[in-house]
Structure formats: structure tokens, C-alpha cells
């Protein structure tokens, strides 16, 4: 069965869900032009899911995709928020920030019962999920609708484990994507391939059909990764400056300079490893931080030297999200890029 076939739609092209610089609009656009528009989560509150979720229904008819975390909730641990605020009192200072005003908390739950009470009011036709599956009741709630489930992984060993899981696709994450690793079996990076080595790896390892992502940002990227056995692509990066996106100014500049040439794996905006454009906070503290407390935790210190910086008008201190190939970002409508993208298949 086609990728099309499975998930309902014309065209092999998946919007990667990017948590922070999208909502429906661009969803919304990508799904009308026949691709799989899809709805970051992982930062929403529940109100806030259900408006957006209430606007994709308003104005498509078309499958969509709704994206969550399904990490580990962890246990505050004081010594390594103090440790973490530590590496953060310079920038503190320099920005005129009280440090005994920083909140500490999460700002990022993982997939719950609340979620699945409110996606069962709109039946989405798909769900994915990032670093691995959440528990099996709230899965079988999923499916009960006949929801396709799609989950990422980063290594042959999670596609197998996905697989056993009975995901109905896998999107095997090169480690050129942009954004928040999927890893969930290992905190080990070494054990990381690119697109076009993990592709056929898991295309031939699994029997579901896989998705690519990582690095394709036009018709030559996405008619590689159909040659290596990839049903269907997934693209990020090469959506974030589409109007529809909500990239901000900062981040949106960020793309269009030179410094996109250079981007990095780090965990000092969330405390798990993400892909972005270096700048100074993860040139001076990383990119990979000890004192970073474990995802999300490590967001809430950041936030409001982030907010004084970006005030200001710097972007050194906010997660400028970016995979390695950014030659597809153009300023055009998403539904021009989706159909742009889908002549490689």
C-alpha cells in the first residue's frame, strides 16, 4: 500500500510538525494542497489544542496530522537547577534579569489522557508521535477512531522496536533534520546515521512503509530518498519561511544569512538534543551542556533571557531551528512548496 493509500492523501509529502514556529494555518495549506498538513502539540495547552484544532476542521475536509511528545516526565532535581542557573548568571546580569525571579518547571507534557479526551472530539485521521510511543491505553484510545499512528526513528533497532508496535509508518529522522532528535532508545548521538544511510537501512529492516526526513528541501532530495525505498518524505526546514509558518522576524533572518551554513546538535534550550543555527548561547555553554537539566526542564531558566535578548532585538539566546540543507527555504505560499517538493516523486 502507497503512502497515499494509507494516510489519504494525493501527494507523498509529509509537513514535519514544528512545536513553536507553526499552528493551523500552515497545516491547513499544506493538507489542501494535497500533502499531510500537520499540527504541532507538544507546547499547546489543552484550550489552545482544541481552538487549533477546531480551525483545521473549520477549513479542510482533508487528513491531518496532530503531533506529541511521548518523553518521560523528570523529577525536578534541584542541584541541577541551581547548577543550570549558574551557567546562566552571566547572561542574567547582562540582561538586567533578578535571578530569584526564574521559574523552574516543565512546559512541555508528554501525551495524556486529557489530550486523547480532546483529539477523540475531532477524530484526526492521523497521529504521530516523537521519541517513541506513549502508553498502551492512550494508544488504543488513538486507534479506536481508526486514527494511522506514525512515530520517528533515529536508528534501525527504534524502527524495529516501532514496528513491533504496531505503528502503521515510520519516519526514519536523518541526522540532518532540523529540530528535536527523535531518539528514544539511547542517549548515545554516536549511534545517529544520515538520511541517506539510515533509509535503506530501516526500509529493509521493517515491513511498514517509511518517511523520510532530514535534509530534503526540494524535487532532487525527495526523488533521492523515493530511490532508497522511502515511501514518502517529511520536510521542515523548507516550510519555515512559507507565510503561513510563524517563524519569527529573528529566526526568519537567521535562515536567510550565512550563519544557517552552520547549525548543531544541542540540548541548551531544552535539555534534549536539537538541531539549530549556531549562536552565542550554544558556541559559549555547548552545544551540549552538562549543566542542562533533562527535557523540558531546561526551557523555563531560558525563557527570560531569551525574551529580554529578543526584546532587544538578538537571537543569540532562542532556539533558531534549522536542519543542514536550508537551500529550500524560499518565501513562497506552502501550498507551491508542498506540490514544488511532490515533482521529485
Given at each position: 500500500?502507497?503512502?497515499?493509500?494509507?494516510?489519504?492523501?494525493?501527494?507523498?509529502?509529509?509537513?514535519?510538525?514544528?512545536?513553536?514556529?507553526?499552528?493551523?494555518?500552515?497545516?491547513?495549506?499544506?493538507?489542501?494542497?494535497?500533502?499531510?498538513?500537520?499540527?504541532?502539540?507538544?507546547?499547546?495547552?489543552?484550550?489552545?489544542?482544541?481552538?487549533?484544532?477546531?480551525?483545521?476542521?473549520?477549513?479542510?475536509?482533508?487528513?491531518?496530522?496532530?503531533?506529541?511528545?511521548?518523553?518521560?516526565?523528570?523529577?525536578?532535581?534541584?542541584?541541577?537547577?541551581?547548577?543550570?542557573?549558574?551557567?546562566?548568571?552571566?547572561?542574567?546580569?547582562?540582561?538586567?534579569?533578578?535571578?530569584?525571579?526564574?521559574?523552574?518547571?516543565?512546559?512541555r507534557l508528554p501525551f495524556g489522557a486529557e489530550a486523547a479526551d480532546v483529539l477523540a472530539e475531532f477524530e484526526p485521521a492521523?497521529?504521530?508521535?516523537?521519541?517513541?510511543?506513549?502508553?498502551?491505553?492512550?494508544?488504543?484510545?488513538?486507534?479506536?477512531?481508526?486514527?494511522?499512528?506514525?512515530?520517528?526513528?533515529?536508528?534501525?533497532?527504534?524502527?524495529?522496536?516501532?514496528?513491533?508496535?504496531?505503528?502503521?509508518?515510520?519516519?526514519?529522522?536523518?541526522?540532518?533534520?532540523?529540530?528535536?532528535?527523535?531518539?528514544?532508545?539511547?542517549?548515545?548521538?554516536?549511534?545517529?546515521?544520515?538520511?541517506?544511510?539510515?533509509?535503506?537501512?530501516?526500509?529493509?529492516?521493517?515491513?511498514?512503509?517509511?518517511?523520510?526526513?532530514?535534509?530534503?528541501?526540494?524535487?532532487?532530495?525527495?526523488?533521492?530518498?523515493?530511490?532508497?525505498?522511502?515511501?514518502?518524505?517529511?520536510?521542515?526546514t523548507a516550510y519555515l519561511l512559507c507565510p503561513e509558518a510563524n517563524t519569527s522576524a529573528l529566526h526568519r533572518a537567521a535562515?536567510?544569512?550565512?550563519?544557517?551554513?552552520?547549525?548543531?546538535?544541542?540540548?541548551?534550550?531544552?535539555?534534549?538534543?536539537?538541531?539549530?543555527?549556531?549562536?552565542?548561547i550554544m558556541r559559549e555553554l555547548g552545544p551540549i551542556s552538562p549543566a542542562a537539566p533533562a527535557f523540558p526542564l531546561a526551557?523555563?531558566?531560558?525563557?527570560?533571557?531569551?525574551?529580554?535578548?529578543?526584546?532587544?532585538?538578538?537571537?543569540?539566546?532562542?532556539?533558531?531551528?534549522?536542519?543542514?540543507?536550508?537551500?529550500?527555504?524560499?518565501?513562497?505560499?506552502?501550498?507551491?512548496?508542498?506540490?514544488?517538493?511532490?515533482?521529485?516523486?
Open positions: 500500500m502507497s503512502i497515499q493509500e494509507l494516510l489519504g492523501i494525493e501527494l507523498p509529502i509529509i509537513q514535519a510538525p514544528m512545536a513553536g514556529v507553526q499552528g493551523s494555518e500552515l497545516a491547513i495549506a499544506v493538507s489542501e494542497a494535497g500533502g499531510l498538513g500537520s499540527l504541532p502539540c507538544g507546547m499547546l495547552g489543552i484550550e489552545a489544542m482544541r481552538k487549533e484544532l477546531a480551525a483545521i476542521k473549520a477549513r479542510t475536509n482533508r487528513p491531518f496530522n496532530v503531533n506529541f511528545f511521548c518523553h518521560t516526565q523528570p523529577e525536578p532535581d534541584a542541584e541541577q537547577d541551581a547548577k543550570w542557573k549558574a551557567a546562566l548568571s552571566p547572561y542574567y546580569r547582562e540582561f538586567g534579569i533578578d535571578e530569584n525571579n526564574v521559574a523552574t518547571g516543565a512546559g492521523v497521529v504521530s508521535f516523537h521519541y517513541g510511543l506513549p502508553e498502551q491505553d492512550l494508544l488504543d484510545r488513538v486507534r479506536a477512531w481508526g486514527a494511522k499512528i506514525l512515530s520517528t526513528a533515529t536508528t534501525v533497532e527504534e524502527a524495529r522496536w516501532l514496528e513491533a508496535q504496531g505503528v502503521d509508518a515510520i519516519i526514519a529522522q536523518g541526522l540532518e533534520a532540523g529540530g528535536h532528535r527523535g531518539i528514544f532508545l539511547s542517549e548515545d548521538l554516536n549511534s545517529q546515521l544520515g538520511t541517506f544511510a539510515l533509509v535503506p537501512q530501516i526500509v529493509q529492516a521493517v515491513n511498514v512503509p517509511v518517511i523520510a526526513a532530514g535534509g530534503i528541501a526540494d524535487a532532487n532530495g525527495v526523488a533521492a530518498a523515493m530511490t532508497l525505498g522511502a515511501a514518502g518524505v517529511q520536510a521542515g535562515i536567510k544569512s550565512d550563519a544557517a551554513a552552520v547549525t548543531a546538535l544541542t540540548n541548551v534550550f531544552s535539555g534534549r538534543p536539537a538541531r539549530g543555527i549556531v549562536n552565542r526551557s523555563a531558566a531560558l525563557a527570560p533571557l531569551r525574551a529580554a535578548a529578543e526584546q532587544a532585538n538578538c537571537g543569540e539566546f532562542s532556539p533558531l531551528w534549522a536542519g543542514q540543507n536550508v537551500r529550500g527555504c524560499t518565501e513562497i505560499p506552502a501550498a507551491d512548496l508542498t506540490r514544488a517538493l511532490a515533482k521529485g516523486a
